[in-house]
Protein backbone atom coordinates (compact mmCIF):
# COMPACT_ATOMS: atom_id res chain seq x y z
CA UNK A 1 0.00 0.00 0.00
CA UNK A 2 3.12 2.05 1.33
CA UNK A 3 4.45 1.54 -2.48
CA UNK A 4 1.00 2.86 -4.27
CA UNK A 5 1.07 6.09 -2.11
CA UNK A 6 4.89 7.07 -3.12
CA UNK A 7 4.56 5.99 -6.54
CA UNK A 8 1.60 8.61 -6.56
CA UNK A 9 3.12 11.11 -4.95
CA UNK A 10 6.12 10.73 -7.04
CA UNK A 11 4.13 11.21 -10.23
CA UNK A 12 1.93 13.70 -9.17
CA UNK A 13 5.37 15.71 -7.94
CA UNK A 14 6.72 14.89 -11.32
CA UNK A 15 3.76 15.81 -13.17
CA UNK A 16 3.90 19.47 -11.34
CA UNK A 17 7.36 20.18 -12.03
CA UNK A 18 7.02 19.44 -15.73
CA UNK A 19 4.10 21.75 -16.28
CA UNK A 20 5.82 24.42 -14.94
CA UNK A 21 8.71 24.28 -17.03
CA UNK A 22 6.33 23.61 -20.33
CA UNK A 23 5.27 26.94 -21.69
CA UNK A 24 1.80 26.79 -23.16
CA UNK A 25 1.38 28.31 -26.76
CA UNK A 26 -2.25 29.88 -26.74
CA UNK A 27 -4.19 28.87 -29.59
CA UNK A 28 -4.93 31.78 -31.85
CA UNK A 29 -8.97 32.43 -32.77
CA UNK A 30 -8.31 35.89 -35.50
CA UNK A 31 -7.93 34.64 -38.70
CA UNK A 32 -5.14 36.39 -40.97
CA UNK A 33 -6.32 38.93 -43.43
CA UNK A 34 -5.14 38.88 -46.79
CA UNK A 35 -6.12 42.36 -47.57
CA UNK A 36 -3.45 44.70 -48.57
CA UNK A 37 -1.99 47.11 -46.27
CA UNK A 38 -3.62 50.72 -46.91
CA UNK A 39 0.09 52.80 -47.71
CA UNK A 40 1.25 49.61 -50.05
CA UNK A 41 2.90 51.89 -52.20
CA UNK A 42 4.68 53.89 -49.65
CA UNK A 43 7.98 53.71 -47.98
CA UNK A 44 7.75 52.10 -44.81
CA UNK A 45 9.72 53.29 -41.59
CA UNK A 46 10.58 50.52 -38.94
CA UNK A 47 8.66 50.74 -35.66
CA UNK A 48 9.66 53.28 -32.66
CA UNK A 49 11.66 51.23 -30.24
CA UNK A 50 11.88 52.68 -26.82
CA UNK A 51 15.06 53.57 -25.02
CA UNK A 52 15.77 51.40 -22.24
CA UNK A 53 16.19 53.86 -20.32
CA UNK A 54 13.03 55.29 -20.41
CA UNK A 55 11.63 51.39 -19.68
CA UNK A 56 13.92 51.25 -16.31
CA UNK A 57 14.28 54.13 -14.28
CA UNK A 58 17.67 54.20 -13.04
CA UNK A 59 17.81 55.07 -9.02
CA UNK A 60 19.64 58.10 -8.47
CA UNK A 61 22.13 56.75 -5.29
CA UNK A 62 24.35 58.87 -3.19
CA UNK A 63 27.67 57.79 -1.95
CA UNK A 64 29.81 59.49 0.82
CA UNK A 65 33.46 59.96 0.27
CA UNK A 66 35.45 61.63 2.76
CA UNK A 67 38.59 63.42 2.03
CA UNK A 68 40.30 61.48 5.00
CA UNK A 69 39.12 58.54 7.34
CA UNK A 70 41.36 59.16 10.24
CA UNK A 71 42.85 62.43 12.15
CA UNK A 72 45.42 62.29 14.51
CA UNK A 73 45.36 65.09 16.86
CA UNK A 74 48.63 64.48 18.49
CA UNK A 75 49.09 64.90 22.30
CA UNK A 76 46.47 66.92 23.56
CA UNK A 77 46.21 68.01 27.38
CA UNK A 78 43.77 66.10 29.48
CA UNK A 79 40.32 68.25 30.11
CA UNK A 80 40.36 69.71 26.63
CA UNK A 81 37.74 69.72 23.91
CA UNK A 82 38.73 69.79 20.46
CA UNK A 83 37.02 69.37 17.53
CA UNK A 84 37.82 68.25 14.41
CA UNK A 85 35.96 68.63 10.61
CA UNK A 86 35.98 65.82 8.43
CA UNK A 87 34.92 67.17 4.42
CA UNK A 88 33.06 65.29 2.70
CA UNK A 89 31.84 64.94 -1.14
CA UNK A 90 28.67 63.38 -2.27
CA UNK A 91 30.08 61.30 -5.53
CA UNK A 92 27.06 59.89 -6.11
CA UNK A 93 23.93 60.75 -8.62
CA UNK A 94 21.16 61.69 -6.07
CA UNK A 95 21.01 63.53 -2.86
CA UNK A 96 22.69 62.57 -0.34
CA UNK A 97 21.50 62.74 3.85
CA UNK A 98 23.13 62.53 6.78
CA UNK A 99 21.08 59.98 9.22
CA UNK A 100 23.11 59.84 12.12
CA UNK A 101 26.26 60.15 13.77
CA UNK A 102 27.41 57.28 16.35
CA UNK A 103 30.21 57.02 19.09
CA UNK A 104 30.90 60.74 19.58
CA UNK A 105 29.16 64.32 20.02
CA UNK A 106 28.89 65.53 16.48
CA UNK A 107 27.67 68.68 14.20
CA UNK A 108 26.15 68.20 11.05
CA UNK A 109 24.07 69.31 8.52
CA UNK A 110 20.78 67.04 7.96
CA UNK A 111 19.89 69.09 5.26
CA UNK A 112 20.44 66.78 1.74
CA UNK A 113 23.64 67.48 -0.12
CA UNK A 114 22.87 67.40 -3.64
CA UNK A 115 24.74 65.27 -6.49
CA UNK A 116 28.63 66.97 -6.25
CA UNK A 117 28.10 69.04 -3.68
CA UNK A 118 30.14 68.62 0.25
CA UNK A 119 29.95 68.93 3.33
CA UNK A 120 31.56 68.52 6.75
CA UNK A 121 31.04 66.30 9.74
CA UNK A 122 32.34 68.08 12.93
CA UNK A 123 33.64 65.60 15.58
CA UNK A 124 33.41 67.20 19.07
CA UNK A 125 36.41 65.02 21.43
CA UNK A 126 36.27 65.78 24.94
CA UNK A 127 39.21 63.95 26.98
CA UNK A 128 38.10 64.41 30.24
CA UNK A 129 36.64 61.43 30.86
CA UNK A 130 40.05 59.71 29.09
CA UNK A 131 42.51 58.20 30.70
CA UNK A 132 45.90 59.50 29.88
CA UNK A 133 47.79 57.55 27.19
CA UNK A 134 47.02 57.06 23.30
CA UNK A 135 43.41 56.87 22.61
CA UNK A 136 41.83 55.84 19.57
CA UNK A 137 37.85 56.71 18.79
CA UNK A 138 35.58 55.29 16.70
CA UNK A 139 32.49 56.69 14.78
CA UNK A 140 30.18 55.46 12.64
CA UNK A 141 28.37 58.07 9.95
CA UNK A 142 25.02 56.52 8.75
CA UNK A 143 23.90 57.87 5.33
CA UNK A 144 21.37 57.22 2.73
CA UNK A 145 24.20 55.84 0.95
CA UNK A 146 23.37 52.24 -1.16
CA UNK A 147 25.89 49.67 -0.89
CA UNK A 148 27.80 51.63 1.87
CA UNK A 149 25.09 53.61 4.16
CA UNK A 150 27.78 52.98 7.64
CA UNK A 151 31.38 55.19 7.28
CA UNK A 152 33.63 54.80 9.82
CA UNK A 153 35.34 57.47 10.52
CA UNK A 154 38.91 57.62 12.95
CA UNK A 155 40.32 59.94 15.77
CA UNK A 156 43.43 59.45 17.54
CA UNK A 157 45.59 61.08 19.96
CA UNK A 158 47.82 60.63 22.98
CA UNK A 159 46.14 62.31 25.84
CA UNK A 160 48.65 64.29 28.59
CA UNK A 161 48.38 65.52 31.90
Not at 59 to 87: C, M, W
Amino acid sequence: MKRIIYITLGCTLFSIMYAQQTPVKPKSKSKVSQKAPANEGKSRQAPSVAKRDSLVPVPQVARIVFEEETHSFGDINKGLEVVYGFKFTNAGAGPLVILDVQGARADFSRDSIPAGGWGVVNIICSTGSYDIGAFRKEVMVTTNSVGQPIKTITLLGVVTQ
